[in-house]
C-alpha cells in the first residue's frame, strides 16, 4: 500500500545552514495499517509527512503509494488518493463556507471542477449521515458557517472529509496538538472510529507518546532524519510510555521525562 525506498532530503544544500531531514527513510505498509511517528522537534517527522503528500520531493528515493510511483508527483496531483488533517483546525476547512459547503469540496478533493459546489438533496443526506457519527450535532447545523465552531468541533469535521472519501492514505499531522485536554480525547476517540470503520491505511504524527501507544498497529521513533526504533503490532501492545523514554535516552544519552522529549 505504502512504500518509501531510500528517501533522502536535505535542505539549505551547500550551505553553511545545510540540515540533513531524511536520512535513507525506508517504510513499508500494508492496506489498513496505522503507523504513529514520535521524535523530538527537528527529528524529521513532519517532513516525512510532507514527502508523503507531495509538498517536499525527496532527493533520492522513491514513494510508491498503492502501486504507483508517485515521487514526482506535487502536493495537487497527489490530493485524490492521500487525505490529510494539519495541526491547526483553520487549517483544514474553509471557515466562510458552510459546512455542507465545506464538505461537497472534501467529495471533490483532487477532481476537476468548476464554480458550482454541486449540492443536492443525496449529498445533504449523505453528509447527515457522515457528521451523525460525530455525534457532535453537526449534522443539522449544515448551512452553519464553519468559521463559527469551535476548534474541537472544525477538527472532528476535517478528520472527517479527509476519511469519508477512502484516501489511500491518511496524514494526521499533530492534528490534536492544538486542542485542549478534554477536546483532543474528543478527537483521539473520533480518529481510532473513522480509521477503523474505514479500514484507513493511516500515518499519525504526534508528541503525545500515550497517543501513539493507544492508537494504531505500527510505531517509529525518529531522530535526526533516521528511522531509530520500530514496533509491529506485537511489540507495541506490551510498550509504556517509560518504554519508550528509554529507548529515547538511549539515543540522547541521558535521563528523560515525558516534557524532555516534547521540548
Same mark, same amino acid.
Given at each position: ?8 532530503? $536535505? ?8 540540515? !540533513? ?13 496505522? #503507523? ?31 502501486? !504507483?510511483?508517485?515521487?514526482?508527483? *506535487?502536493?495537487?496531483? +497527489? ?51 457522515? #457528521?451523525?457519527?460525530? *455525534?457532535?450535532?453537526?449534522? *443539522? +447545523? ?22 469519508? $472519501? ?9 492534528? $490534536?496538538?492544538?486542542? *485542549?485536554?478534554? +477536546? ?12 477503523? +470503520?474505514?479500514?484507513?491505511? $493511516? ?61
Amino acid at each position: 500500500m505504502l512504500k518509501l525506498t531510500g528517501i533522502h532530503k $536535505t535542505f539549505f544544500a551547500g550551505t553553511v545552514n545545510e540540515r !540533513r531531514a531524511l536520512v535513507d527513510i525506508n517504510l513499508s505498509l500494508e492496506p489498513g495499517d496505522f #503507523l504513529t511517528i514520535i521524535g523530538s522537534n527537528g527529528a524529521g517527522k513532519s517532513t516525512l509527512l510532507n514527502t508523503l503528500a507531495g509538498r517536499y520531493s525527496p532527493d533520492r528515493g522513491s514513494v510508491t503509494i498503492a502501486g !504507483r510511483d508517485v515521487t514526482k508527483l *506535487d502536493e495537487p496531483s +497527489r490530493a485524490k488518493f492521500v487525505g490529510r488533517v494539519f495541526q491547526d483546525p483553520m487549517a483544514g476547512t474553509a471557515p466562510n463556507l458552510t459546512i455542507e459547503q465545506n464538505m461537497a469540496l472534501a467529495l471533490s478533493r483532487g477532481k476537476g471542477r468548476g464554480l458550482r459546489l454541486g449540492l443536492n438533496a443525496a449529498k445533504r443526506d449523505l453528509f447527515r449521515q457522515e #457528521l451523525k457519527s460525530l *455525534d457532535l450535532g453537526l449534522e *443539522d +447545523r449544515l448551512t452553519a458557517k464553519v468559521g463559527v465552531l469551535s476548534g474541537g468541533q472544525r477538527q472532528a469535521l476535517s478528520l472527517l472529509m479527509a476519511g469519508f $472519501t477512502h484516501p489511500d492514505i491518511l496524514l494526521l499531522d499533530e492534528h $490534536t496538538a492544538a486542542l *485542549d485536554p478534554q +477536546r483532543a480525547e474528543l478527537v483521539t476517540n473520533l480518529t481510532d472510529q473513522i480509521v477503523k +470503520r474505514g479500514k484507513l491505511t $493511516t500515518v499519525m504524527v504526534t508528541h503525545n507518546m500515550q497517543q501513539a501507544l493507544s492508537l494504531g498497529n505500527k510505531l517509529l521513533m525518529m531522530h535526526e532524519g533516521q528511522i531509530v526504533f520500530t514496533a509491529d503490532a506485537a511489540a507495541k501492545a506490551q510498550l509504556t510510555v517509560a518504554d519508550l523514554l528509554g529507548e529515547f535516552a538511549k539515543i540522547k544519552g541521558a535521563s528523560l521525562d515525558d516534557r524532555a522529549m516534547l521540548s
